[in-house]
Each structure stands twice: as C-alpha cells, then as structure tokens.
C-alpha cells in the first residue's frame, strides 16, 4: 500500500503541467486543482487516464472532470502514456495492449503510484479517497491498476474498456463501468464478459436496482457494488460520466 504524506500546499488552484523521472526516463501528467485547496482539508484525487492514441491534455480537455471536481472539491490528475512522439499518439500498458507502451513493457503500474506520491508531495491528499477512471485503453489500463495496486484505491470507473486475464488477481472494490451497446471498438458483448467477472468478484448479486439515470447498481455483501452504465454515445466517454462518477466516488472510501 502506497503511503500518501500530508504536506504544505505547493500548488495552487488551476492547471498544472508536471514531469517526473521515473524508469530513466521524464514521465509528464497534469494536474487539475479545484479551488478547495485554499480551506486546507485533504483532498480527494482521481487518477484519469486518456484512451490509445490520446493524451493527458487531450482527456483533459473532453472528458469534461475539471468542471465537476471544481464544484466538488477534488483534485483531478492526467498522466501521459508513452509512446515514440513525445506527448502525441500515447498508449499505456494494460496487460498486453497497446501499442508503443506495451511492445516495449512499459511500468505503468509504477509511474501511476509514483505519480500518486509526487502528487501528494505538493497538495494535502485525502489517501482514504484516491480513485481511478480512463477510456479505452485507459480503461482497460485501470482494471490493471485495480488487478495489481487495488490497495491503494477506494473505488474504480473504467469506460468503453475490458479487463484481461490478469484480472484474476482482483481483490474486491466498488466499481462503476460505463458501456455502450452502440462501441463498434469494444463491444458491448466484450464489456459484458467483463462485468459478469467483476460482479462474482465482488459478491454481487443478478438483480440490479435503480441508482442514477441509465445506471444499474448491483450491491454487494462485501460492500464493493457494481454500477453499470448504459449509453448510447458509442464509443466514447459520455457527456454525464464525470458526473456520475464523481457522485458513486463520493459514496466510497479506502477502509
């Protein structure tokens, strides 16, 4: 388990443009900090990560966090993934797939933890709250992340992405997953093996209730619900995700 210090405030609220040393080589992500930070209390922190092909600003600037971290008061990290174009055209190394990062086994695992204790070295972190999302392959990269460091996180949000068969290492944690029966990339069919797995996983049953608009939460004995949301935006991370994981997020914290 990954020990996120409290410390002095050393960046302030806005965009922040950050690197790191990490494998021999300058690893780079963004940080979003909500206004919050000035009433000094630890944050929470969601790690987001963009699709193959994208990057940190790119994500940053679709997937539509800032505005809903702002209001809520969480600090939103981007981090690049790897590849041969410096920040273009970047992949991360979910367990097989894709591309540059995992032609080349790249530790992504590592670089997202250090990139948590760097993170944390600059603005109070809540550690109870630290949480992950990403599309794609950013998706399919946070159900490695949940498979190897599940420890470290409170709760799960990966979109239009499925797990491999690493995930057989899991631990139980409470998960929303955010599907499209329209994906023509990672079908819906893909999706649903995955979701099958997670919920044995986490001792859910086959009845679903009514949680949010389109979303199905399913709860658990172990207290680690699944909540399936459906969409028709294909293959994309959808206008009302950021809201709905910020509000399952809010409802989970690392015991």
Same mark, same amino acid.
């Given at each position: 388990m990954?020990?996120?210090?409290l410390?002095?405030?050393a ?6 443009d950050?690197?790191l040393l ?6 780079t ?7 919050r930070v ?5 944050? $929470?922190?969601?790690?987001?990560f963009h699709?193959g092909g ?10 539509g966090l800032?505005?809903v971290?702002?209001?809520e008061?969480?600090?939103?990290v ?5 590849g ?10 979910a ?7 995992a032609?080349?086994?790249?530790d992504?695992v ?9 993170v944390?070295r ?15 392959n ?5 159900y ?13 949000? $990966? ?25 023509p ?12 797995r ?5 001792g859910?049953g086959?009845?679903?209730e009514?949680?949010a ?5 399913y709860?658990?004995?172990n207290?680690? $619900? ?7 935006e294909g ?6 995700? $950021?809201a709905?994981?910020v509000?399952?997020?809010?409802e989970?914290?690392?015991?």
């Amino acid at each position: 388990m990954i020990a996120l210090a409290l410390v002095l405030v050393a960046l302030g609220a806005g965009d922040h443009d950050r690197s790191l040393l990490f494998g021999g080589t300058t690893r780079t992500y963004l940080v979003h900090v909500p206004p919050r930070v000035g009433e000094g209390r630890p944050l $929470p922190l969601v790690l987001a990560f963009h699709g193959g092909g994208g990057n940190a600003s790119g994500f940053k600037a679709y997937a539509g966090l800032d505005t809903v971290a702002d209001r809520e008061g969480f600090l939103v990290v981007y981090p690049d993934g790897s590849g041969r174009l410096g920040r273009r055209l970047l992949t991360w190394n979910a367990g097989g797939c894709c591309g540059y990062a995992a032609a080349q086994n790249v530790d992504d695992v590592g670089f997202a933890l250090a990139v948590l204790r760097d993170v944390a070295r600059n603005v109070l972190v809540d550690p109870a709250r630290v949480y992950a999302t990403g599309h794609s392959n950013g998706g399919a990269f946070t159900y490695l992340l949940w498979a190897k460091r599940g420890d470290t996180f409170a709760a799960f949000a $990966p979109v239009a992405a499925a797990a491999g068969p690493y995930f057989a290492d899991a631990k139980p944690r409470p998960l929303l997953h955010a599907a499209s029966e329209k994906d023509p990339l990672v079908t819906f069919a893909m999706q649903q093996r995955t979701l099958d797995r997670v919920k044995k996983l986490n001792g859910c049953g086959d009845k679903g209730e009514d949680w949010a608009k389109g979303c199905l939460r399913y709860p658990s004995k172990n207290g680690t $619900p699944v909540v399936i949301y459906v969409h028709d935006e294909g293959h994309k991370y959808p206008e009302a995700a $950021p809201a709905l994981i910020v509000k399952f997020f809010q409802e989970h914290a690392r015991k």
